[in-house]
Nanobody, 126 residues
């Protein structure tokens, strides 16, 4: 069974911070350290959009313009977990946040990620 489980979402006020976590389990992720990981989000009635990605080693990271300077993606391969630290949250960050995993890919295109979590809701009030 392949699983990506997100946690850490919630209701916060504008300017607050949240840290999302995504833990991988299952045979497919037995070599988690070889997987590129990404975070995406989808607001109601909007297309899913890229947020951030990190290479298997953690040496390379990528961010959407909307999160640059506010969001930080990181990973702990010993814990099979990837994180998204979100600071200075804005109401427009409100969305369901999904983590995704791909063997050998860590870019911005969601169609290159075969594995997805169920999502965690982030709501930012003004």
């Amino acid at each position: 069974q392949v699983q990506l489980v997100e946690s850490g979402g919630g209701l916060v006020q504008a300017g607050d911070s949240l840290r999302l976590s995504c833990t991988a389990s299952g045979r497919t992720f037995s070599s988690f350290s070889s997987y590129g990981m990404g975070w995406f989000r989808q607001a109601p009635e909007k297309e899913r959009q890229f947020v951030a990605a990190i290479s298997w080693s953690g040496e390379s990271t990528y961010y959407a313009d909307s999160g640059k300077g506010r969001f930080t993606i990181s990973r702990d391969n010993a814990k099979n977990t990837v994180y998204l630290q979100m600071n200075s949250l804005k109401p427009e960050d409100t969305a369901v946040y999904y983590c995704a995993g791909s063997p050998g890919y860590s870019g911005i295109y969601d169609y290159n990620y075969p594995y997805w979590g169920q999502g965690t809701q982030v709501t930012v009030s003004s």
